[in-house]
């Protein structure tokens, strides 16, 4: 009978055997585990490749044939030899039982960590039927169990692993065959992510069901609904989905410095940028910052498309003690072929930064998300005043040059997972969007003396820049082209549906009351109501509010015969002293109106 030591060294000789023929076949050992062994079901992986289910215990998978094969040629020997019977495997309830060496035990453990590493290293081409991972934004969490948010290593190996796994081919269903998740008790996974107004889930749980969802926002008069409109299963291996992904857990590196991570740069970031715009609080009324040369505009906008959100940091506990408003960031993503994404960040002196985001449908302005960051008020403003001094002006313009190449790279050709029957993939990439020229006579043309007299007055209050850095309008499914924004407010009074002479303009509180109601026919009297609110509702009580300012201003100036009227993003308290800064549908709208007739000459309305 060979001696322990003999045993092992056979099984090192024979490492190297199958290392030269490579041609080891595995039936042989098969059926020697298989006639003293309880009988176990085998799951295909892929082509020659199996899961061994060893004595009662968890899965242990195998991709690496060298491995699998010492496994079984020990647990041969230790059976020939006769040190050990039925304990030749490890039982990970009686570990005193096993009668495997160290070496052994280390052939397992290397198993599995191939295993698991084989998971997070695969074919960068591959995607998942419902999505790319790796290109999105996304969330996981563990279902009835508190929510942790991963590093963002952790994120791409996950990514990684979610194109990777083996969804096999999905089945449409109807909605009232999905799981309510909100009542469900045992266990699984909640994935999530959304584009524009739809968002998107899929629940694996623990039966072996993976169940595809996507919901779009609804607007139910003063609430927000998310009906499913389409829905699917998949059939999966729960047992391998689970042990890859708690592996992939259990080695997250917390991300513990104060910027934001890449992964909240990329939600941040998500879609094609289409503009920015930037304006500072002086007396509570907004005014909008303009550089003074054409590519100062363009480093302008690239900073604030591309490199600001790297200038904030995670929420802290800030003195309040100077918490006045200073600047306004507004900037907008296409976030679906149907929908805007505007993201407004309020930046306070003290260096609050609170944000919203909103998803711009149509007229309807749906809310996503609110929450708060930090920024280095003086670096900010440093940043600021170089690009303004035109610094910047040759670095963005490298930059813009360097994207603009990567963006015409042409893409190497992805490898799709089968679709499920309600074919969910990810779309592909659009194509830059076309830009048409504003077609069509309209009610003043290029030479009309009214717009001549708009560009006058938009260039008069900002600074003599005719807003070039805003050019472009989503009209009627795709862009338009008008140059700057001095051709688009122009170009919005003329969209206005009734008759826009609303007569002579007697004084403020006349221009205020027609331009109110200007503002009805073209944002809708539920955001007019929302601006003058008198009262918010908190922990369901309804509390009175005071504000600081009127909802709205008017100023006359005569050289121009123009009332520009305006909304006032105000600030307020309510009567059990709760403080409000301008609400996430305050926005900056005005209007010219003539005076001698109160025609309205241009509007600046964005919903």
């Not at 992805?414 to 499920?420: D, F, H, L, M, S």
């Not at 007299?453 to 600074?463: E, I, Q, S």
């Not at 006032?568 to 709760?578: A, C, E, M, P």
């Amino acid at each position: 009978m060979l001696k322990h030591d003999e045993m092992i060294e056979n099984v090192h000789r024979r490492i190297a055997q199958y290392e030269e023929e490579k041609k080891m076949k595995h039936s042989k050992f098969n059926k020697i585990i298989s006639a003293i062994k309880p009988k176990s079901d085998s799951v295909k992986n892929k082509e020659d490749d199996f899961t061994e289910s060893v004595s009662g215990t968890e899965t242990v998978g195998s991709s690496n044939r060298i491995v699998r094969t010492v496994s079984s040629i020990a647990a041969a020997a230790v059976l020939v030899t006769g040190i050990g019977t039925t304990g030749f495997l490890l039982h990970k309830n009686k570990p005193q039982h096993s009668a495997m060496s160290k070496d052994e035990v280390s052939l397992i453990q290397v198993t599995e960590e191939t295993e698991a590493t084989r998971a997070t290293e695969a074919d960068p081409d591959m995607i998942s039927p419902f999505c790319d991972f790796n290109k999105i934004y996304f969330s996981i969490s563990e279902l009835n169990k508190q929510y942790y948010d991963y590093s963002s290593d952790t994120y791409d190996k996950i990514a990684k692993y979610l194109n990777a796994f083996k969804w096999g081919k999905g089945i449409g269903i109807n909605a009232e065959e999905v799981p309510d998740i909100d009542t469900y008790t045992g266990k699984g996974y909640a994935i999530g992510w959304k584009k524009g107004d739809k968002y998107f889930n899929v629940y694996v749980l623990e039966d072996g069901k993976a169940y595809y969802v996507e919901k779009q926002c609804v607007i139910r008069e003063f609430s927000f609904d998310y009906p499913i409109i389409e829905s699917s299963v998949f059939d999966i291996d729960y047992k391998t989905f689970d042990k890859y992904i708690q592996d992939i857990f259990s080695k997250d590196v917390p991300y513990t410095d104060e910027k934001l991570s890449p992964r909240d740069i990329k939600e941040l970031s998500e879609g094609e940028f289409l503009r920015a715009e930037l304006s500072s609080e002086k007396d509570n009324h907004p005014e909008i910052i303009t550089p003074k040369t054409e590519q100062s505009q363009r480093a302008l906008q690239d900073f604030l498309g591309y490199d600001f959100v790297y200038l904030l940091s995670k929420e802290k506990a800030i003195p309040s003690d100077d918490d006045k408003s200073v600047y306004t960031i507004e900037r907008y993503f296409k976030s679906s072929e149907t929908s805007t994404r505007r993201e407004t960040y309020y930046i306070q002196s003290n260096g609050v930064v609170s944000f919203y985001p909103y998803e711009l449908v149509g007229d309807d302005a749906l809310p996503t998300d609110c929450r708060q960051f930090c920024i280095d008020i003086n670096e900010f403003e440093t940043k600021l005043k170089d690009i303004l001094d035109g610094k910047y002006d040759e670095k963005y313009r490298e930059n813009s040059s360097d994207k603009t190449e990567k963006e015409t790279t042409a893409q190497k050709p992805e490898k799709v997972q089968p679709a499920t029957v309600n074919e969910v993939p990810e779309e592909p990439q659009d194509n830059p969007p076309e830009v048409n020229e504003p077609s069509g006579e309209t009610e003043a043309n290029a030479d009309s003396p009214e717009k001549d007299l708009v560009r006058a007055f938009y260039a008069f209050m900002h600074d003599g820049s005719y807003g070039e850095y805003n050019s472009s309008v989503y009209e009627n499914g795709k862009w338009v082209d008008y140059k700057d924004e001095a051709n688009i407010v122009f170009h919005n009074a003329e969209k206005i549906s009734d008759d826009r002479v609303l007569g002579t303009i007697a004084d403020e509180e006349d221009a205020i009351s027609k331009g109110r109601e200007i503002l009805i026919k073209l944002i809708g009297q539920e955001k007019i109501d929302y601006h003058e609110r008198e009262y918010i509702e908190y922990k369901g009580t309804q509390h009175k509010l005071t504000w600081d300012e009127p909802p709205y201003k008017a100023e006359y100036y005569e050289e121009y015969d123009i009332w520009y009227f305006s909304t006032v993003l105000r600030h307020g308290k309510t009567d059990v002293g709760i403080n409000l800064g301008p609400g996430p549908d305050q926005k900056p709208r005005y209007l010219y109106i003539r005076g001698c007739d109160g025609k309205v000459l241009a509007a600046y309305v964005y919903c």
